[in-house]
């Protein structure tokens, strides 16, 4: 079994013979234009995706009549990019998803606080460091109300207080209260901009995890 490919290693080496196969019986003139059509494709895709996820300059507005004139091409187009882009994360995503251990409490939070804690995880694995520590605050304060009473009460909270409260009905003590401001100032740094990498994004999303793990195994009552 070791010595077997993956499945994403099956589908990269299929993508790769796919590649090869396209081009074997061209000539020299007709893969050179092959070439320069597939990093016309390129450019084309690139401009597309990032003017949906960024602000873009107008100079390749242009580019939109191609999606409005035949939708289905450029959909083949994106497709073929999302999954070579994919297949080639799968390996990092195993990786970091073994660098987690399993997660056990002795109540279960709701199925909000659940939630974020789910995306704050799935965006580490996927890679994604900003939004996972983004996350991670946002899944510890709902952790928080929620067990302090808190949650869909209309009435704002600042964090500091949420901490206040968790440490006098001892869901947190000292260690565990600093450890939480701890990983709401990463928060806000990267909220103001100060990018952080994959390696801060594990250690918040394991400080968040330890905490939630206390918080729902916690005596603590309000």
Not at 120 to 139: D, H, M, V
Not at 175 to 188: G, H, N, P, Q, S
Request: glycine fraction near 4%.
């Amino acid at each position: 079994m070791p010595n077997e490919l993956t499945l994403s290693q099956e589908v990269q080496t299929y993508i790769e013979h796919l590649d090869s196969w396209d081009e074997h019986d061209l000539s020299p003139e007709e893969r050179e234009e092959a070439v320069k059509a597939r990093k016309v494709i390129e450019v084309i895709v690139s401009e597309i995706i990032k003017s949906r996820e960024t602000l873009a300059e107008t100079a390749l507005k242009g580019i939109e009549s191609l999606v409005r004139n035949d939708p289905d091409l450029i959909a083949h187009f994106l497709d073929e990019r999302f999954t070579r882009e994919l297949i080639d994360t799968v390996p990092g995503c195993v990786t970091r998803t073994l660098q987690l251990s399993r997660m056990d409490a002795s109540r279960t939070p709701s199925k909000v606080t659940n939630a974020y804690l789910r995306e704050a995880t799935r965006t580490f694995i996927l890679g994604l460091p900003q939004a996972s520590i983004a996350l991670s605050r946002a899944a510890l304060e709902q952790g928080l109300k929620e067990n302090l009473g808190r949650q869909l009460s209309g009435k704002f909270i600042k964090f500091h207080e949420l901490l206040e409260e968790a440490e006098k009905w001892h869901l947190l003590d000292k260690v565990t209260k600093r450890i939480a401001r701890d990983l709401a100032k990463a928060a806000d740094d990267v909220l103001h901009e100060k990018p952080a990498t994959l390696e801060k994004a594990r250690e918040i999303l394991e400080q968040l995890r330890g905490l939630l793990q206390h918080i729902y195994s916690a005596q603590g009552h309000y």
